[in-house]
């Protein structure tokens, strides 16, 4: 059993930045793939950024290339994700999710087998 619970969400201003935080129980988070998804209003959820589980890789959506950066510190079982250069269009429930492993594809959520309650992050225009 895996619980991930994420923070640091907010309101801020276009063109500023948060640093979101997912804290995993468990003793194995070092063993997971990460990644961490959003769903603005009346949208799908989607895929944002992922990381394996050494950290030595990372993917993003095109639409956050640039101006995201996913990490990890496997001795705090915390996932991060820095976002600078917020815009208005980046406005939505942010989710952490650990990957189900065995090969499954980390940027589609069905590569995703637990998943946080996700953190608001609203940017303002």
């Known amino acids: 059993q895996v619980t991930l619970v994420e923070s640091g969400g907010g309101l801020v201003q276009a063109g500023g930045s948060l640093r979101l935080s997912c804290a995993a129980s468990g003793r194995r988070f070092s063993s997971y793939d990460m990644g961490w998804f959003r769903q603005a209003p009346g949208k799908e959820r989607r895929f944002v950024a992922a990381?394996?589980?050494?950290?030595?890789?990372?993917y993003y959506a095109e639409s956050v290339k640039g101006r995201f950066t996913i990490s990890r510190d496997n001795a705090k079982n915390t996932l991060y994700l820095q976002m600078n250069s917020l815009k208005p269009e980046d406005t939505a429930v942010y989710y952490c999710?650990?990957?189900?492993?065995?090969?499954?594809?980390?940027?589609?959520?069905?590569?995703?087998?637990?998943w946080g309650p996700g953190t608001q992050v609203t940017v303002s225009s």
């Open positions: 990381i394996n589980w050494i950290g030595s890789s990372t």
């Open positions: 999710a650990k990957g189900r492993g065995g090969g499954a594809t980390i940027i589609s959520q069905d590569g995703y087998d637990y």
